[in-house]
């Protein structure tokens, strides 16, 4: 009884900081149109960093520009796999971080998928100039900094029975076995 509550407090916390991640984002984009676009870069940080309001047709350095439909597919595609894995990996302290990610990642691609919905471009608006980096916003830094500290996460905190573990709760890791037996077994 003790774990099922945990998992439904840790679905509902879940829930509600998606939601307010995904505002914040919202949040901060429209901040960007009323105090960013049609005027001038405002500069935090001379020859560093800079607000700089951009509608971003595509994905980061400007590849696939105009393909909105693949976006929103990918991005509805990824949502499902983080929702499995959400509800399939098991509800403990090991696997607290990773759903952590996970929420983040997911309500990063929301956000940037609510732009491209809405208005076909989204608003990226933070800049480093001093490396020349793409313009991103918010919700790219969900994604982008979850991600790699998930990767990072199950790399270094996780030993290879950890990760069998989380793979057999995915149901990957009898995939993998069946999959590795039939291969030696020549079926």
């Known amino acids: 009884m003790k774990n099922a509550n945990y998992a439904k407090r840790s679905i509902l916390t879940g829930v509600i900081a998606f939601v307010l991640l995904v505002l914040f984002d919202q949040f901060t984009k429209k901040l960007a149109v009323l105090n960013l676009k049609g005027r001038d870069p405002v500069i935090l940080i001379r020859n560093v960093f800079q607000l700089f309001y951009l509608e971003n047709h595509g994905a ?4 696939l520009q105009g393909k909105r439909i693949i ?4 991005t509805i595609v990824i949502l499902i796999l983080i929702i499995y894995c959400y509800l399939k990996l098991p509800f403990n302290r090991k696997c607290r971080l990773l759903r952590v990610f996970m929420v983040l990642i997911a309500a990063g691609a929301v956000g940037n998928a609510i732009d491209r919905a809405s208005q076909q471009y989204v608003v990226d608006f933070f800049y480093f100039n001093l490396i020349n980096f793409p313009v ?4 790219d830094i969900y994604v982008t900094c979850s991600t790699i500290l998930l990767v ?3 790399l270094f905190r996780f030993r ?4 069998n573990e989380l793979l057999k709760s995915l149901s990957l890791k009898k995939h993998r076995d069946t999959e590795r037996n039939e291969n030696e077994t020549g079926i």
């Open 60 to 63: 980061a350095f400007g590849i």
């Open 160 to 163: 290879d029975d950890d990760v």
């Open 152 to 154: 990072l996460t199950i």
């Open 136 to 139: 991103f916003n918010v919700a």
């Open 71 to 74: 976006f929103l597919i990918i």
